[in-house]
């Protein structure tokens, strides 16, 4: 079986990470999201002025696209951005892997959010299938496609702070952690890698929280996104934080010490140090958390400010998502 391996280089802040890909040749920067499960591109089909920056795929440049007639998709994320457009299908490679006659659907349209962030040239989802958008047939994701192929069906994320980390596919590297890897099983019904989460720990005194919101392990999504009264009991133990709405959320003097957070994976606590738990500044003197409140959505959403703390499984062959220290 096969195993392939791509670096995830980080954006601006670790707001998202991009991974190279070849489609039908031509290579673009994508933003693995294992919270979604489409695969779509900046393409020729969308107006010029929305593509300035980018990398846009063209169709009548590969010799193996073939068009998917009357098949469209449209999705909106958690964020308010979106895209939409038509589909075909090509060979996609990631690090050496390829999965032939893969859906590739290509935007006609895309929110403001995609026409700015001109690193950006798509999405490729590593959810599972069951919530991918195309119509009237739902396409599997990349992964799925090659899935068979792999020497194991799994995948495993190793995201770096300021640094690049990679994405590997059909086996775990030992060498990219340390300590044994902790397992939860995860419910996939939803389409995302979810999992319980039904306690917490605050500078090191733990709390359960019964009533706590099922997580997903989501590298599309740069933030810790944690139920709102648990984000409001970390912020508490934050001198001079305060929940900004014109910020969009939790602020708090740089200067302030930030308590260590631990969150439930399974019944695993993984902690994430205070000292790595900043997002990004606000002004000279004001900063923005990692942890912010998922606004009581019901899901709490773990995004990058895990992953670069801690080494991750997505092991589809049992159902299980898994950390590990690194
Ligand atoms: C947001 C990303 C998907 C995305 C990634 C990047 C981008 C830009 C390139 C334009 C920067 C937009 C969108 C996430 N992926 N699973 C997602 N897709 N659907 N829900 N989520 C997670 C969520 C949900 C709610 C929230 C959130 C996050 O941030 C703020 O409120």
């Given at each position: 079986g096969e195993t392939a391996e791509v670096t995830a280089s980080p954006e601006a802040n670790d707001a998202e990470y991009l991974s190279p890909v070849s489609i039908g040749g031509q290579t673009l920067n994508?933003?693995?999201?294992?919270?979604s499960a489409d695969l779509w591109v900046f393409s020729t089909e969308l107006p010029t002025s929305?593509?300035?920056?980018?990398?846009?795929?063209?169709?009548?440049k590969s010799s193996t696209f073939k068009k998917y007639d009357g098949a469209t998709w449209k999705i909106s994320y958690g964020d308010g951005s979106g895209a939409s457009g038509d589909v075909g299908f090509d060979n996609v490679a990631i690090g050496g892997a390829?999965?032939?006659?893969?859906a590739v659907e290509l935007a006609t349209s895309v929110s403001s959010q995609f026409v700015s962030d001109q690193a950006n040239d798509g999405l490729l989802g590593l959810a599972f299938s069951n919530i991918n958008t195309v119509s009237p047939t739902k396409q599997k994701t990349w992964f799925e496609t090659i899935k068979s192929q792999l020497e194991n069906p799994l995948f495993t994320a190793d995201l770096e702070k300021d640094a690049s980390g990679t994405y590997d596919f059909g086996n775990i590297d030992s060498s990219k952690y340390t300590g044994d890897i902790h397992y939860a099983p995860v419910d996939k019904s939803g389409g995302f890698w979810e999992f319980n989460s039904k306690s917490y720990s605050i500078g090191g005194t733990k709390s359960s929280c019964t009533t706590c919101s099922p997580a997903i392990a989501d590298t599309g999504t740069s933030l810790l996104?944690?139920?709102d009264d648990v984000a409001k009991a970390y912020y508490a133990q934050?001198?001079?934080s305060k929940n900004d709405s014109t910020q969009g959320g939790y602020v708090y003097p740089c200067s302030s010490n930030l308590p260590d957070f631990g969150i439930a994976i399974g019944d695993y606590i993984a902690v994430l140090k205070g000292s790595d738990l900043t997002y990004a500044n606000v002004d000279s003197s004001t900063c923005f958390g990692g942890i912010q409140s998922n606004a009581n959505s019901g899901m709490q959403i773990f995004g990058d400010v895990m992953f670069k703390q801690y080494f991750a499984v997505f092991d589809a062959g049992n159902t299980q998502f898994g950390v590990a220290s690194k």
């Open positions: 994508l933003d693995f999201d294992t919270g929305e593509t300035s920056g980018h990398t846009t795929f063209d169709p009548s390829t999965a032939t006659s893969q996104l944690v139920d934050v001198d001079g």
